[in-house]
């Protein structure tokens, strides 16, 4: 675990840059994600169902997205 963790470390300065590029959609294999969807940024009439706060919208590698957020949920929140 210790190399894993000094591995990261490593490169924690070029997070930004890294991430920025494993997130840029590949045409035609990108998707649309919300990013913070949940109960309540949904807006419910009648029949209808609109899709509230997209502030965090972005299209993304499906593969890097999925790797991306396994890394986030997996880990200690200190460590995050």
């Known amino acids: ?8 470390a490593a490169i924690t300065p070029v997070t930004k840059d890294l ?4 997130l840029t959609p590949d045409e035609p294999l990108s998707l649309i994600t919300h990013t913070d969807f949940w ?7 009648e029949n ?3 899709i509230l ?4 919208v972005g ?3 499906i593969l890097a997205f999925t790797f ?10 200190s460590f995050r």
């Open 19 to 22: 991430m920025t590029s494993l």
């Open 1 to 8: 675990m210790k190399q894993i963790q000094a591995r990261i």
């Open 68 to 77: 991306l957020k396994f890394l986030t949920y997996n880990y200690e929140f």
């Open 48 to 50: 209808e169902c609109v």
């Open 59 to 61: 299209t993304h590698r």
């Open 53 to 56: 706060d997209w502030q965090m």
């Open 39 to 45: 109960a309540n940024n949904l807006l419910f009439r």
